[in-house]
């Protein structure tokens, strides 16, 4: 897939989900005025959040989309990841603070017009828009992981676009939060307590800072300059290695400039009988190599070196992650 498909297809995914959101936030809004239930103005509000941040999300792609110039010679690819952190910010912020905030006031003044049949009206349509805009990301999702020959829980963990990664975990958490104020606002119904509808919005509340906590961090992570996962790296270590003038590869370190583009920089140890040209030729072969397995490497940088590297500023590879980080 080129990765002029790929952006194509994350704007699509992304104006699908902001297109949902927003109608969806309409409906929520109405139905949470109609009944007065905390729990379906901290829906709307969630979906007011989801709106925004597709909205960002669309500018992140358009803005890393621009060629790099004399200014920015790696080009724009780390901006998307500044609208993205800014995108989770706001749904921790506005989304994640009102549904806290109207919940507690809810449980502590036990206000409710009593009107339930619009609420549950618009939370079956809801999950059922809501399901649809999933079910895209997903697709994608199961895409993207297949052409990276991993699984999807690991693709979404390691991925580099965080369009269709915050899409997936918006979409994911919506659908949950549907069901959290389809429960409150049934044991409210069914009691006649106000406790169960704020509770279920305290909840939401709390659902919206999951989302927003690893949006940030996976965003803060790709800002700071993260590498390529451990099983890329290794197949990228044998790709060079591969070449024939190749003795050994010494140091090889990757990182992602963008959704799209990888950068790897790699000091190899070439035969000692190798002359100027064959060392030439092999970092071209070198380079004809990595992008024709993976067209999202945008930079290689060789560096031929004799002999490995001692010393405190030596390093022979980039540091695996653990398990339970980002891989």
């Given amino acids: ?8 297809e994350s704007v699509g995914t992304v104006v699908v989900a902001g297109a949902a959101n927003l109608a969806i936030a309409v409906a929520k809004l109405v139905a949470g005025l109609l009944s007065g239930s905390a729990a379906m103005l901290s829906e709307a509000v969630h979906s007011v959040a989801d709106t925004t941040t597709e909205v960002l999300l669309y500018l992140a792609l358009r803005r890393e989309a621009r060629p790099a110039d004399p200014r920015h010679p790696f080009g724009y690819g780390k901006e998307s990841y500044v609208w993205a952190f800014l995108a989770a910010l706001f749904t921790f912020v506005a989304g994640a603070g009102f549904a806290i905030t109207h919940g507690v006031t809810t449980i502590l003044v036990h206000e409710h ?11 079956a349509v809801s999950f059922a828009i809501e399901s649809v805009s999933l079910a895209r990301a997903v697709r994608q999702v199961r895409g993207e992981s297949r052409r990276w020959r991993t699984t ?9 676009d965080t ?12 659908l949950i939060g549907l069901l959290i104020a389809a429960g409150g606002l049934t044991l409210s119904h069914l009691t006649g307590d106000e406790l169960y509808d704020g509770v279920a919005s305290i909840l939401i509340g709390v659902l919206l800072l999951v989302v ?3 949006l940030a961090h996976s965003n803060i992570s790709l800002l700071v300059g993260r590498a390529v996962s451990g099983p890329l790296h290794r197949r990228i270590e044998q790709e060079l290695a591969a070449v024939p003038t190749v003795d ?18 790699a000091k190899v140890d070439f035969r000692d009988d190798a002359t100027g040209a064959e060392i030439e030729a092999a970092a071209d072969e070198a380079e004809r190599r990595l992008t024709g397995h993976f067209p999202e490497i945008a930079y290689v940088f060789l560096d031929p070196t004799r002999s490995r590297e001692t010393g405190p500023r030596a390093r022979t590879t980039q540091e695996e992650p653990s398990p339970g980080r980002d891989a």
């Fill in 1 to 8: 897939m080129a990765d002029a498909q790929v952006k194509t």
């Fill in 113 to 123: 017009s009593g009107n339930y049949l619009t609420s549950y009206v618009v939370l």
């Fill in 152 to 160: 999807s829980r690991r693709y979404l963990r390691s991925t580099a």
């Fill in 163 to 174: 369009a269709v990664k915050a899409v997936f975990l918006e979409d994911t958490a919506a």
């Fill in 212 to 214: 927003a906590a690893v």
């Fill in 248 to 265: 050994r590869v010494d140091t090889l370190m990757t990182m992602f400039l963008g959704p799209q583009d990888i950068l790897v920089a």
